[in-house]
């Protein structure tokens, strides 16, 4: 686990708020992609510091928030209380504290890339999701990523290791590349079919915040967007 989100986990909170990448390109996106949450029971993985739980509960929803990092946990749980369940889970591991088809949605932003084999994982979203529920994930685009592959071979599945500035210094931050190809594989392999794609359109308020990083990003894929429901 990066130092980002157990030593760092509260600047990286105060960092996402309203920032480019995430407050004004992946959570508008991902947002974008959502079904009605109102009276709907909803299961945050890889929560973080509790940004999406907070759209979430202020929609309506039931939520359940988990995530690796006991002081993100810890984080939801200060600002929540009771309004929120939350428990620290590695989700490489799957979810056994979770009932069969007890979610109707199920969202991952920003998680998956950190799982080397995310096939317990997907089974274990797939047992979770009630008949008709949805799943909706964000990660790095593949084609992102593939400029800083170490191997220079798309298909093969790879750890990348980079600083990122997020919180105002460097933080290194290591992470699995896979290419679309997998993505679609391990989905299909536990029975989740995608029934939508996007790949992220940037705020109107970008534009306000860093006219640059709007052309860029209004321009070039950064994120990647899944939408899946139970075949
Ligand atoms: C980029 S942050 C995204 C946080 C939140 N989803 C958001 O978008 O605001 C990634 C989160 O995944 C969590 N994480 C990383 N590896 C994990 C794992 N194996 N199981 C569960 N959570 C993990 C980190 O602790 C961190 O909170």
Redesign the pocket.
Known sequence: ?SKM?EQFARDYEKA?TDNIY?GNL?RPSLIAMLPELAEKSVLDL???PG??AEYLISHGATVTAV???QE?VEIVREKFGEAVKTYA????LGLPEEKDASYDVIIC???VH??EDVSVFFGDVKRLLKQGGVFIFSTHHPVVDFEVSPSGNYFQRELITEEWDTVGHPVEVSFYRRSLTEWFESLASAGLCVTNLSEGKPSERMKSLCADSYKRLSTTPNFIFFKCEVR
């Open positions: 686990m989100y996402i995430n992946e890889g929560c973080g940004v999406y995530d690796a990092s993100m889970q590695d989700l490489s932003p920003l998680t950190y799982i």
